[in-house]
C-alpha cells in the first residue's frame, strides 16, 4: 500500500512571455503512494493544472525530474512510450471541451480500446457498454449520442470512462467537478470513489474546493505561487493547519452547518490578491498577503521543514523549529 | 416588514424551434424593505430568468411572460412603460451578474463605464446634476468603498487589464452607484477564488450594512447564501420549493429536494459524500406534471404527479414553507 508510485522531484516549469518569465511551477516535490488520492490544493494560477499537464506530457518540464515506478517521465507526449501514456490518464476539468462534438460516444470511447491494442476488433462494441455500464450511463441510451446532447455530468462520466479504457494505474484529475452542480459533483464523487476502489487506482485529485478535499482525499498537498506551502495527512491537516495560507484558505470556506464553522480556523482575514506569476516577490512570495509577516519573510524564500511526521510546511514561523502556536 | 418587491405567480416562456420551454411556473416571492433574501437551486432552475424579468431585461422575442404580476413598491413592473423602467433600473435597483468579463464592455475604460453609471443614475427624478469633476471623485470613492487597491489608476484601465476579482469590484461599484433600493447580486463570486470570494462578500455585507438596499443574492453555493442572508428560497424547475428563514433552512431543511441539496455539499466535518440527486433537471419543453421534482423524488405519492403542490406552513412560525404534499396537513 504504502509503495510510492509517482515521485516528482525539483520539478520546474517557466513559460517564456514577452512580459517575462512565468514560473508557472516551479521547485515542487511530492510523491505519491500507490492506491491513495492525493489531493493537490491551491487558487488559479497556482500552478496545479501546469503540474497535471506535465505529468502526463503535454509540457515537457523546465528543469527536474519525475518518476513514475522508478521511470523517468519527464518527456513531452510523443517521446513517451506507449505503455506510459496508457498508464497515465487525465481527465480534464471542462468536459464541454474535451471531448469532440463531432464524434459519437462510442466511436470516443473506441479510440483509446484501438490505439492501445486493448481487446480484439470483435470484443471492442463489448468493452464499450462495459465501460459505459461502469460509469453508470445505459449503454443502449448514450452510445450513439454525441456529446453535445447530453448533460455536464454526463459528459463527465464519459471523460471518465475514456481515461479508464486502457486500465490505468494512475489518473489525474484535474477539476473534475468545479463545472458542476453540487447534486452532479456528489455523483461523480461517488463513482471515482468506487472506481478507485475496484481497479485499485491511484489518484492525483486537483481541485480549488477544500471542502472536497477534506472527502475525498488521503493527503493534501497546498500551492502557492507555482510553489508548495504544505502537505499534510488530511485528518492532521485540517485539524492542526500550520502555513498562515492555508488557514487563510480554511477561514474563506462558506460553511454550511454550525459544526463545520467551529472546524475552522479563527478568522484570519483573507486580503489583497494572487501577483502576478511573472514578477514573483522576492522572499516568500505570500509575504504580501501574510498576516504573520516578519522581517525574514521579504528577504530569504523559506524552506520545507517537516514539522510533525508527514506533516511539511515550507514558513520561516516553523524553520526554526518552533513549535505550531 | 412592507414588501418592497413582490412577484406573484410568475410564468415566463421560452420559444424555440421545438415548441415552448416553459421555464418558470408560478413564481411566487417577496423582498421586504432592507431584508437580504438568497435563492438557491441547481443550474437551469430559472434563477436567472427570475431576475431578468424583474429588471425586464429578457429578451422578448423568445421569452415571453405569460403570467403574473411583479410588484415593485405598488406598482406593477410588467405594465410600465418603457421610460419608467428605465428609471428604476437607473435609480433604484441594480445587479450584478455572474461572469464580470462579459458585463462590462471591453472597449470602455473601467473608469468610462462607471462614470456613466454614476452620472445618470444621479439625474433620474433631477434628482442632482453632477460636475465632472464630482463624478470621477464619486467613482474614486465607491470603488475604494469595495477595497480595490489604487482605484485612481484603476479607472483609465480596461476590464481586460484587471484581475477576476478586480472586475467584480467594479461591477459591484457600478450597481451600488446606481442601487439605493434592490441590490441584484447573480451568482456574484462563482467564478473567483475561495480567498478572493471571502474579501468579496465580506465587502458586499460591509456595504449592504451601510447603504441598507434589499438584497437578493442568487447562488448555488449553498454556503455563501447562508452567510449573507436572512431569508432563503430553493428554487426547483422553476418553482419555489421552499421558502425560510437561512437558520432554520439549513438546521432544518424540508422539502426533498432542500435536503438532497444540502446533503450533496461536500462538509469540512469529512463525513464523506452522499450520492447526490439522481437523475437531472427536466426538459422544459415537457416538464413532469403536477410536482415537477416527482420523477427524481424518493418520497414520490401518487398525487405528485397530478397535482402541483401550494406552499404548505409547517412548525410554529408562518415564515417556513414548503412546497410538498409530505407535509399537508
Known amino acids: ?325 | 416588514m412592507t414588501p418592497l418587491l413582490e412577484i406573484k405567480n410568475l410564468h415566463v416562456r421560452f420559444k424555440i424551434y421545438e415548441g415552448e420551454l416553459k421555464v418558470l411556473n408560478g413564481v411566487d416571492m417577496v423582498i421586504g424593505e432592507g431584508e437580504k433574501v438568497g435563492l438557491v437551486g441547481e443550474t437551469g432552475c430559472g434563477k436567472t430568468t427570475t431576475i431578468k424579468s424583474v429588471l425586464r431585461v429578457l429578451p422578448t422575442p423568445p421569452a415571453r411572460i405569460s403570467g403574473g404580476e411583479i410588484i415593485y413598491r405598488g406598482k406593477d413592473i410588467l405594465k410600465m412603460k418603457s421610460a419608467e423602467i428605465r428609471s428604476l433600473r437607473r435609480g433604484e435597483m441594480s445587479a450584478i451578474f455572474q461572469d464580470p468579463l462579459a458585463a462590462l464592455n471591453p472597449v470602455f475604460t473601467v473608469g468610462h463605464q462607471l462614470q456613466d453609471v454614476i452620472k445618470y443614475s444621479s439625474r433620474v427624478g433631477g434628482r442632482e446634476h453632477l460636475s465632472k469633476k464630482e463624478i470621477r471623485a464619486r467613482s474614486i470613492a465607491v470603488l475604494k468603498e469595495t477595497g480595490m487597491p489604487d482605484s485612481e489608476r484603476i479607472l483609465s484601465n480596461y476590464p481586460i487589464q484587471l484581475s477576476g476579482g478586480m472586475r467584480q469590484r467594479v461591477c459591484i461599484s457600478e450597481a451600488l452607484s446606481a442601487a439605493a433600493r434592490l441590490l441584484m447580486a447573480d451568482e456574484p463570486t462563482t467564478n473567483l477564488d475561495v480567498t478572493i470570494q471571502a474579501q468579496i462578500l465580506r465587502q458586499l455585507n460591509e456595504l449592504v450594512a451601510k447603504r441598507k438596499p434589499s438584497i437578493l443574492l442568487i447562488s448555488h453555493s449553498l454556503g455563501v447564501v447562508r452567510n449573507l442572508t436572512e431569508r432563503v428560497y430553493v428554487m426547483y424547475a422553476g418553482n419555489m420549493v421552499e421558502v425560510a428563514r437561512t437558520k432554520d433552512l439549513f438546521a432544518d431543511p424540508l422539502h426533498p429536494y432542500a435536503k438532497a441539496l444540502l446533503k450533496s455539499v461536500p462538509k469540512l466535518t469529512g463525513e464523506g459524500i452522499s450520492r447526490g440527486i439522481r437523475g437531472r433537471i427536466p426538459n422544459y419543453l415537457n416538464p413532469p406534471s403536477g410536482c415537477r421534482f416527482h420523477p427524481r423524488c424518493d418520497h414520490a405519492m401518487p398525487i405528485c404527479e397530478k397535482e402541483r403542490p401550494t406552499f404548505f406552513t409547517t412548525g410554529d412560525s408562518d415564515s417556513h414553507k414548503v412546497a410538498c404534499f409530505l407535509y399537508r396537513r
Open chain 1, 1 to 325: 500500500m504504502s509503495e510510492e508510485i509517482l515521485t516528482v522531484e525539483n520539478l520546474k516549469k517557466y513559460f517564456v512571455t514577452k512580459q517575462g518569465t512565468v514560473r508557472a511551477v516551479d521547485s515542487v516535490s511530492f510523491s505519491v503512494k500507490q492506491g491513495e488520492t492525493c489531493g493537490l490544493v491551491g487558487e488559479s494560477g497556482s500552478g496545479k493544472t501546469t503540474i497535471a499537464h506535465t505529468l502526463v506530457g503535454i509540457y515537457e518540464p523546465t528543469e527536474g525530474k519525475a518518476f513514475f515506478k522508478g521511470q523517468n517521465i519527464s518527456k513531452v507526449f510523443s517521446q513517451r512510450p506507449k505503455t506510459l501514456k496508457k498508464e497515465i490518464r487525465i481527465v480534464f476539468q471542462d468536459p464541454g471541451s474535451s471531448l469532440n462534438p463531432r464524434r459519437s460516444i462510442k466511436q470516443i470511447l473506441e479510440l483509446p480500446l484501438k490505439v492501445h491494442r486493448i481487446c480484439s476488433n470483435s470484443d471492442r462494441m463489448g468493452r464499450v457498454m462495459q465501460l459505459l455500464r461502469m460509469v453508470e450511463l445505459p449503454p443502449e441510451d448514450y452510445m450513439y449520442k454525441s456529446p453535445q446532447v447530453i448533460g455536464g455530468g454526463e459528459k463527465q462520466m464519459v471523460a471518465i470512462a475514456r481515461a479508464l479504457a486502457p486500465n490505468p494505474s494512475f489518473v489525474v484529475l484535474d477539476e473534475p467537478t468545479s463545472a458542476l452542480d453540487v447534486s452532479v459533483q456528489a455523483k461523480i464523487i461517488n463513482l471515482l470513489m468506487k472506481l478507485q476502489q475496484n481497479f485499485n487506482l491511484t489518484y492525483l485529485f486537483i481541485t480549488h474546493d477544500l471542502s472536497l478535499m477534506r472527502n475525498v482525499a488521503s493527503r493534501v498537498v497546498i500551492m502557492y505561487l507555482g510553489k508548495i506551502s504544505e502537505v499534510a495527512p488530511t485528518v492532521e491537516f485540517f485539524q492542526n493547519p500550520l502555513h498562515p495560507y492555508t488557514k487563510m484558505l480554511l477561514s474563506s470556506i462558506p460553511a454550511v452547518s454550525d459544526e463545520e464553522e467551529s472546524l475552522k480556523p479563527k478568522e484570519v482575514l483573507s486580503r489583497g490578491e494572487i501577483p502576478s506569476p511573472v514578477n514573483v516577490p522576492p522572499g516568500c512570495s505570500f509575504h504580501l498577503r501574510c498576516p504573520q509577516k516578519m522581517e525574514i519573510c521579504s528577504q530569504v524564500d523559506p524552506t520545507m521543514v517537516e514539522v510533525e511526521k508527514d506533516h511539511l510546511v515550507r514558513c520561516h514561523l516553523f524553520s526554526d523549529g518552533r513549535e505550531a502556536t
